[in-house]
């Protein structure tokens, strides 16, 4: 009996430090895992039917061991060993349709071995000791995937490694799973768009059968994999809102930030539809322990030491189905503090506040401003401030939401068009600001405006909360001068 050993050939290519930049399919493949089952696809897989007994040429036999060693060399190009007009070429390719490129990419990759479907279970039989199998397949997206081999005779012994080709014939193995006996192979991990072969030897086998294939789960979101603490997404120095999804009942997204100045750290998990918040458990690491935070509530490390990190996991939620199209909203990173902030109306002659309340007061529009940082001062740059106005209560809130983006200095400012309107209420006064005194008749609406931040909603952050929920606003329709 031999024993298990299921090995990693180096570390996965780190993330991009930009959210925004970060895309996996730009990543070198990753290595694959042959230990954590729990993160197989979840995915039965259909017949494929029997394969033939195929074996593996002497020239590719050598080429996979060459590899096996990590002796392997990218071949240069056809265009580079010829002189040919590698220029001319490329600027032919950026005139042509992407789709006809596409097409065009996938047909001119000729695989080593002969290319099998995803998602398809397919049966080899007549195997010996010392047969070498390899097939070929293409993830058309990046993917979460379990590569199987199943099913051995009783006295087999399979083992299974998984090779990505560069489109040049270039290998590299991402991983071997070779468990004791006729032991079931999986390998797990997430993989981008590309080539793929199994790559299959008999340790023993007498006219022996196996199964194999690959389940394979597109529906990922950019930061997999993030599946274990040791494998959490790290977000940038930023107050980051980042769009991920639970894809089975097994995925795990594990995200850190570190808080390089010292600054507060905001954390704060939202849905991006309606009603889908119980799909997930939203917990945050207190250092011992994995504390659940509840839907709707927002948590704040005020201070933290210098290079601190605070560590967060969304799972799915065993108490409802697992919906994997729905997204969730994480917010996770500086904590943001508004410094300043005006909300300007034009031209009126003003309601005095004896006769009504009114902080704000405009007729056809309102100028708004603010400036945001984290609890050091740092800038916070590309968050979300909204102005939320409702120009005449009716019995219910009714807010419309304005939004404008940060620059490099935490500044955002914008305008909001009120239009006009009947009025509600009318009042009579006296104004004197021109110098002279004159009475006025106005017609007008009330309402009120807030300042939220859309990357973290929380109690305290803006103008406006549970307490004193807006600023008085008076929408003025119409003004006249009476004697």
């Given at each position: 009996?031999?024993?298990?050993?299921?090995?990693?050939?180096?570390?996965?290519?780190?993330?991009?430090?930009?959210?925004?930049?970060?895309?996996?399919?730009?990543?070198?493949?990753?290595?694959?895992?042959?230990?954590?089952?729990?993160?197989?696809?979840?995915?039965?897989?259909?017949?494929?039917?029997?394969?033939?007994?195929t074996?593996?040429?002497?020239?590719?036999?050598?080429?996979?061991?060459a590899?096996?060693?990590?002796?392997?060399?990218?071949?240069?190009?056809?265009?580079?060993?010829?002189?040919?007009?590698?220029?001319?070429?490329?600027?032919?390719?950026?005139?042509?349709?992407?789709?006809?490129?596409?097409?065009?990419?996938?047909a001119?990759?000729?695989?080593?071995?002969?290319t099998?479907?995803?998602?398809?279970?397919?049966?080899?039989?007549?195997?010996?000791?010392?047969?070498?199998?390899?097939?070929?397949f293409?993830?058309?997206?990046?993917?979460?995937?379990?590569?199987?081999?199943?099913?051995?005779?009783?006295?087999?012994?399979?083992?299974?490694?998984?090779?990505?080709?560069?489109?040049?014939?270039?290998?590299?193995?991402?991983?071997?799973?070779?468990?004791?006996?006729?032991?079931d192979?999986?390998?797990?991990?997430?993989?981008?768009?590309g080539?793929?072969?199994?790559?299959?030897?008999?340790?023993?086998?007498?006219?022996?059968?196996?199964?194999?294939?690959?389940?394979?789960?597109?529906?990922?979101?950019?930061?997999?994999?993030?599946?274990?603490?040791?494998?959490?997404?790290?977000?940038?120095?930023?107050?980051?809102?980042?769009?991920?999804?639970?894809?089975?009942?097994?995925d795990?997204?594990?995200?850190?930030?570190?808080?390089?100045?010292?600054?507060?750290?905001?954390?704060?998990?939202?849905?991006?539809?309606?009603?889908?918040?119980?799909?997930?458990?939203?917990?945050?690491?207190?250092?011992?322990?994995?504390?659940?935070?509840?839907?709707?509530?927002t948590?704040?490390?005020?201070?933290?030491?210098?290079?601190?990190?605070?560590?967060?996991?969304?799972?799915?939620?065993?108490?409802?189905?697992?919906?994997?199209?729905?997204?969730?909203?994480?917010?996770?990173?500086?904590?943001?503090?508004?410094?300043?902030?005006?909300?300007?109306?034009?031209?009126?002659?003003?309601?005095?506040?004896?006769?009504?309340?009114?902080?704000?007061?405009a007729?056809?529009?309102?100028?708004?401003?603010?400036?945001?940082?984290?609890?050091?001062?740092?800038?916070?740059?590309?968050?979300?401030?909204?102005?939320?106005?409702?120009?005449?209560?009716?019995?219910?809130?009714?807010?419309?939401?304005?939004?404008?983006?940060?620059?490099?200095?935490?500044?955002?400012?914008?305008?909001?068009?009120?239009?006009?309107?009947?009025?509600?209420?009318?009042?009579?006064?006296?104004?004197?600001?021109?110098?002279?005194?004159?009475?006025?008749?106005?017609?007008?609406?009330?309402?009120?405006?807030?300042?939220?931040?859309?990357?973290?909603?929380?109690?305290?952050?803006?103008?406006?909360?549970?307490?004193?929920?807006?600023?008085?606003?008076?929408?003025?329709?119409?003004?006249?001068?009476?004697?």
């Amino acid at each position: 009996m031999k024993s298990k050993k299921a090995f990693m050939l180096g570390a996965a290519m780190a993330a991009s430090c930009f959210v925004s930049a970060f895309a996996l399919a730009e990543q070198y493949p990753q290595k694959l895992s042959a230990e954590a089952v729990r993160l197989a696809v979840d995915k039965a897989l259909k017949s494929g039917g029997k394969l033939e007994t195929t074996q593996v040429s002497t020239a590719l036999k050598q080429k996979l061991k060459a590899a096996m060693a990590g002796n392997s060399k990218p071949a240069q190009s056809k265009a580079a060993v010829s002189g040919a007009p590698v220029d001319v070429q490329v600027d032919a390719l950026n005139t042509a349709d992407p789709a006809q490129l596409k097409g065009s990419a996938i047909a001119a990759f000729t695989p080593l071995f002969p290319t099998l479907d995803i998602n398809t279970l397919y049966t080899v039989s007549g195997v010996e000791t010392g047969a070498q199998i390899a097939y070929h397949f293409n993830l058309p997206k990046n993917a979460r995937i379990q590569v199987q081999l199943l099913n051995q005779s009783a006295g087999t012994d399979m083992s299974l490694t998984l090779f990505h080709d560069d489109g040049q014939g270039n290998l590299t193995p991402l991983g071997t799973s070779d468990a004791a006996g006729n032991a079931d192979e999986y390998l797990n991990g997430v993989m981008p768009a590309g080539d793929y072969y199994w790559y299959m030897v008999a340790n023993t086998a007498s006219n022996a059968q196996f199964s194999f294939g690959v389940a394979v789960d597109s529906n990922i979101d950019a930061f997999e994999p993030n599946d274990t603490a040791q494998t959490a997404f790290a977000l940038p120095d930023a107050l980051n809102q980042v769009t991920g999804n639970i894809d089975s009942v097994n995925d795990v997204d594990y995200f850190d930030f570190t808080s390089l100045r010292g600054q507060g750290v905001a954390v704060y998990l939202d849905e991006e539809s309606t009603g889908a918040r119980n799909q997930w458990v939203f917990e945050r690491f207190d250092g011992n322990n994995w504390i659940v935070v509840q839907p709707e509530n927002t948590s704040t490390y005020p201070s933290v030491p210098v290079g601190y990190t605070v560590k967060v996991r969304v799972r799915a939620n065993p108490a409802v189905a697992l919906n994997p199209q729905a997204h969730y909203k994480l917010t996770l990173g500086s904590a943001p503090r508004l410094n300043q902030y005006d909300v300007i109306g034009d031209n009126v002659v003003r309601i005095p506040s004896s006769i009504f309340q009114l902080a704000t007061q405009a007729a056809r529009n309102l100028s708004w401003s603010t400036q945001w940082s984290d609890s050091t001062g740092e800038p916070l740059r590309g968050v979300t401030p909204v102005l939320r106005v409702d120009k005449q209560f009716s019995g219910a809130y009714n807010f419309v939401n304005y939004e404008a983006t940060t620059g490099i200095t935490g500044a955002a400012s914008g305008n909001v068009a009120l239009g006009t309107c009947s009025g509600d209420h009318n009042a009579i006064y006296p104004d004197s600001s021109s110098g002279q005194t004159y009475n006025w008749r106005t017609w007008f609406n009330d309402g009120g405006w807030r300042i939220e931040l859309k990357e973290f909603p929380g109690v305290g952050v803006g103008v406006g909360g549970n307490i004193v929920q807006y600023v008085s606003l008076g929408h003025i329709c119409s003004q006249t001068i009476v004697r």
